[in-house]
């Protein structure tokens, strides 16, 4: 995939929204500040692995996807540059 989504991104749109969780209640349920999950959701955090396997915990995605998904994006602007 030449320009792969940012993971945060993915979480936000088919996690948090489609849960129709407001970022307050989604962070409190993973355990994490608001301004943690708001930066990954934003796109201004990657996706540590904490985090993947908090969100696999509370919400099911599979947290290797999610790392993968980060993998690749990183991948994609280290070729970008």
Not at 39 to 67: V, Y
């Given at each position: 995939?030449?320009?792969?989504?940012?993971?945060?991104?993915?979480?936000?749109?088919?996690?948090?929204?489609?849960?129709?969780?407001?970022?307050?209640r989604a962070a409190l349920l993973l355990g994490?500040?608001?301004?943690?999950?708001?930066?990954?959701?934003?796109?201004?955090?990657?996706?540590?692995?904490?985090?993947?396997?908090?969100?696999?915990?509370?919400?099911?995605?599979?947290?290797?996807?999610?790392?993968?998904?980060?993998?690749?994006?990183?991948?994609?602007?280290?070729?970008?540059?």
């Amino acid at each position: 995939m030449k320009n792969p989504p940012h993971p945060g991104r993915v979480v936000r749109d088919d996690i948090i929204e489609a849960l129709e969780l407001d970022v307050t209640r989604a962070a409190l349920l993973l355990g994490v500040a608001r301004s943690t999950l708001s930066k990954l959701l934003n796109q201004r955090a990657s996706l540590s692995p904490e985090m993947a396997l908090r969100i696999e915990k509370a919400f099911g995605p599979n947290a290797d996807h999610l790392m993968r998904m980060q993998l690749s994006f990183d991948m994609a602007r280290a070729r970008s540059r």
